[in-house]
């Protein structure tokens, strides 16, 4: 029986399937933090950092600390920071909350072959994070279950990513590529 993830903890398979397309792909990942964030309103945010390696970084930034940035209302940003500070630029990756790793993966591959012309473009909130949505709670749910699938049927500790890296796992009316339908923080790609 799948053990509930917490809502601050709901987001971590999904993030995990994130690390496991970079690594499989060959991208360094040198940390992944689960961030325990609150707004200045005191509202809890689920989000994460995944710490790009700088020999994976090294061709386009230099020294420049690269970073990959999720949260349940921005989604993917690209962070970098110049050595010695905290932050320097966020870079919106992909245009909704919840892409699939795939998508994820492909749009950090393009960013880390070249700097983007468009480096300084807005990053825009895709929903709120006090605001319930079912869909984007069910597409969160359907990567821990899977991932709690994985972990049940697995013999060793090894963390493999239990979904394709080409589709975000199935979920009931989230739609496809041949038919995006309406799904969490859908507002089309990059």
């Known amino acids: 029986m799948p053990v509930e993830a917490t809502l601050q903890e709901s987001h971590r398979a999904y993030i995990r399937a994130v690390a496991a397309a970079l690594t499989q792909a060959g991208i360094g ?11 200045d309103d005191g509202d809890p945010i689920r989000c994460a950092h995944i710490h790009l390696t700088r ?23 690209m962070q970098i920071a110049a050595p010695g ?6 870079y919106p990756l ?31 909130a895709y929903r709120s994070n006090s605001d ?3 869909a984007l709670e069910t597409q969160l749910d359907v990567y821990t279950e899977a991932e709690q699938h994985v972990s049940a049927s697995s013999t060793d ?7 394709s890296l080409d589709t975000q796992p199935a979920v009931s009316g989230q739609g496809t590529e041949d ?5 969490a923080g859908s507002a089309g790609n990059r």
């Open 29 to 39: 990942i040198s940390d992944v933090d689960f961030l325990e964030d609150v707004w």
């Open 85 to 90: 500070t905290t932050f320097e630029v966020a």
């Open 179 to 183: 038919d995006p339908g309406m799904s």
């Open 55 to 77: 020999l994976s970084t090294m061709q386009v930034y230099g020294v420049r600390e690269v970073w990959i940035s999720w949260t349940e209302e921005w989604g993917w940003t």
């Open 132 to 134: 319930w949505d079912e």
């Open 94 to 124: 992909w245009a909704q909350v919840l892409p699939a790793p795939a998508d994820v993966l492909a749009a950090v591959q393009a960013v880390l072959a070249e700097l983007p012309e468009d480096f300084d473009r807005p990053r825009p």
């Open 157 to 163: 500790d090894s963390r493999e990513t239990p979904f």
